[in-house]
């Protein structure tokens, strides 16, 4: 089993960054796919952006240019920088992690933008 722990959530103002965090630890080292998903009250949860072990990136299109997701898989740790924030990015964000047939979710963490 994997596990993940994210951090890094927060209150920021419209226009300045944060930078998420997920560690995984467990069985970290069968490994994938990894990606940033959110979900806002009442509608479901999204795909923000993803990275593949060799590095390879998707980004859902709202946070293109915006968002940047790497990994560091010494660290068994993905990241999730975020610049120019806009008060829509107001989530929880969810880190995942694919695994063989499976998959993992951390327990959130919360983004608050306030314009």
């Known amino acids: 089993q994997v596990q993940l722990v994210e951090s890094g959530g927060g209150l920021v103002q419209a226009g300045r960054s944060l930078r998420l965090s997920c560690a995984a630890s467990g069985s970290s080292f069968s490994i994938s796919a990894m990606g940033w998903y959110r979900r806002v009250p009442g509608k479901q949860r999204e795909l923000v952006a993803s990275i593949s072990t060799s590095g390879n990136t998707n980004y859902a299109d709202s946070v293109k240019g915006r968002f940047t997701i790497s990994r560091d898989n010494a660290k068994n740790t993905v990241y999730l920088q975020m610049n120019s924030l806009k008060p829509e990015d107001t989530a929880v964000y969810y880190c995942?992690?694919?695994?063989?047939?499976?998959?993992?979710w951390g327990p959130g963490t919360q983004v608050h933008v306030s314009s």
């Open positions: 995942n992690a694919i695994y063989g047939a499976y998959n993992s």
